[in-house]
């Protein structure tokens, strides 16, 4: 039985231009041989990043506790009020502002066990903490009062515009206007992953492995807009109050304070198989499967899509849970590599001299994937429900579903009779109707899947030694050689003219030659 142990400190500080946070890591590890078949690898690791603060104290973000809404300024006792200037906090305010995150231990068992001589089995589990993204840290530098944008209108031939308006007192900031950027906690982000797996060796340089992987993400970073609530539905259509009379801050801009919240979470399980020859007689190929299924109730794309409609809302944030949207269930790839039998060393035309110049150093290679279609979000227009914008760049807002997302109304209508050419749209359009006016819709998130994808990149390549320290190689590069079109993602706001509608693809076939000198 032996053993043996590692151990290290790290420490990092982060800057984004006048941000910073310091970073400090331990961690412990053992490899413990318990048996001639059987290896563990324990550790633990401890992460601590610093919340982020600014060199010159301008950090600003929403005091929560506040009913109306105030910004607290960071490193002091103060805090801003739209339409009244800088105020007592009441209390004092530390550089970070939000409270700093210590219980990050992060766990690691490994276990390696050999059960016969040409089978392993393998597990694995661990924690893995992630860190504050700076770019949220920046954002709460472009707050009131330091930071505010005013838009002047003046007629160009009489300008009525002086330096007392081109420079307003930051205390006239009216109420009800500005949009600040927050965050609401500093909760360390962190993802659970485990894996299981089999490799057995079938035949002479031929390894087949089967196995399971999975994940668990909490506290994971995700956009909103904190002037929703759950009350800011309006409760008589057929007398709406103002939506500034129903958000969480009236002393902010009513339709939205951008923002982000460490309540999202995320589960990945996948069942992956592959089967590798290694190179062998000229030959290596690795063909691999994964069958998969990724889950959140955040947004997992860099355009926010995915977001709930009213993001504050315990309601909406439970009917919010579906496919990733990097969620691929069926993903197949096959690679190779095959040094044709010809020339000097090969079966077949063993011979040096002018033959093996022009036979010889032939090479074949490709890379073929086919892959099942990424999910995605059906949207309305606008602000139906009149409850203020999404927390991303776009509308985040979705439609009733009334019927067959893929087929006729109710399941067997005629949708033809319907206006609707299954040869021209990509899914049923009667299936989505806007919702009334002042409600959300009933659609769930990322509930349809685009079209799939299948590939096929092959090379040839010619390798001819012109001495023994100088050789050339030739290339002849064939990318998606079978011209096979990946059609992108339907049009998916509901009454426009591209609702439905594959208006992209991605591009044909590329051929490329080269030659490279070898020395």
């Known amino acids: 039985m032996r053993a043996s142990s590692s151990g290290s400190f790290s420490l990092r500080s982060a800057c984004r231009r006048f941000n910073y946070t310091e970073l400090y890591s331990f961690y412990f590890q053992d490899d ?8 563990l690898n324990l550790g633990v690791r401890y992460e601590y990043a610093t919340p982020w603060r600014e060199k010159l104290n301008r950090f600003t973000i929403v005091d929560f506790d506040d009913p109306r809404g105030r910004l607290l300024l960071a490193g002091t006792s103060q805090a801003f009020v739209p339409g009244q200037g800088i105020v007592d906090a009441g209390r004092a305010i530390s550089e970070t502002i939000v409270d700093p995150d210590r219980n990050n231990w992060a766990p690691r068992v490994g276990l390696a066990y050999r059960p016969t001589g040409r089978t392993v089995v393998r597990a694995g589990f661990g924690m893995f903490y992630d860190i504050q993204e700076g770019n949220e840290a920046q954002f709460l530098r472009n707050n009131a009062p330091f930071f505010f944008v005013q838009n002047y209108n003046s ?12 420079f307003p007192s930051r205390v006239n900031l009216p109420s009800g206007t500005i949009q600040p950027f927050t965050i609401s906690t500093a909760r360390t982000p962190y993802v659970l992953q485990w894996n299981f797996n089999v490799e057995r060796e079938i035949a002479r340089n031929l390894l087949w492995e089967v196995g399971y992987v999975g994940s668990k993400g909490t ?27 129903r958000v969480r801050f009236p002393n902010f801009s009513p339709t939205v304070i951008i923002g982000t919240e460490n309540g999202g979470s995320s589960t990945f399980h996948g069942l992956i198989t592959k089967l590798e020859r290694r190179f062998s007689s000229g030959l ?8 998969s299924k990724a889950i959140d109730d955040a947004h997992s794309s860099s355009n926010f899509t995915g977001t709930p409609s009213n ?10 849970k579906g496919p990733s949207a990097f969620d691929i269930t069926h993903r197949f790839i096959v690679s190779f590599g095959y040094e044709l039998p010809f020339g000097a060393g090969k079966p077949w035309m063993n011979t040096p001299g002018a033959a093996n110049k022009v036979f010889g150093g032939w090479q074949i290679n490709g890379i073929a994937s086919s892959q ?3 999910p995605f979000q059906i949207n309305t227009q606008g602000d139906n429900a009149n409850i203020g914008t999404g927390a991303g760049s776009g509308n985040n807002q979705r439609p009733n579903l009334i019927g067959d997302q893929y087929g006729g109304i109710d399941r067997g209508a005629d949708i033809r009779g319907r206006g609707v050419d299954p040869g021209t749209y990509y899914f049923n359009r009667p299936a989505y109707t806007m919702p009334e006016l ?23 390549f010619k390798n001819t030694a012109i ?5 050339t190689q030739f290339r002849a590069e064939f990318f998606n050689a079978f011209n096979q079109t990946a059609f992108g993602i339907p049009g998916t706001l509901v009454g426009t003219p591209t609702f439905g509608v594959i208006t992209g693809a991605s591009g044909g076939r590329v051929i490329q030659f080269g030659l490279k000198v070898l020395f």
Do not use: M
């Open 32 to 39: 413990w041989k318990v048996a001639s078949r059987l290896t």
């Open 155 to 166: 007629d160009p031939l009489i300008p009525a515009l002086h330096l007392d308006t081109l």
């Open 219 to 245: 506290h994971l970073l995700r956009r909103t807009n904190f002037q929703q609530w759950e009350g800011i539905l309006v409760q008589d259509p057929a007398n709406p109050t103002p939506l500034s009379q």
């Open 284 to 291: 290596s190929f690795l063909a691999s499967y994964t069958y």
């Open 311 to 320: 993001a504050q809302c315990r309601c909406d944030l439970r009917g919010n």
């Open 372 to 374: 099942s279609g990424p």
């Open 438 to 460: 002042f409600r959300l819709g009933n659609l769930g998130k990322n509930t349809l899947r685009g079209p799939g994808a299948t590939s096929w990149d092959l090379s040839l």
């Open 467 to 471: 001495t023994e320290r100088i050789g």
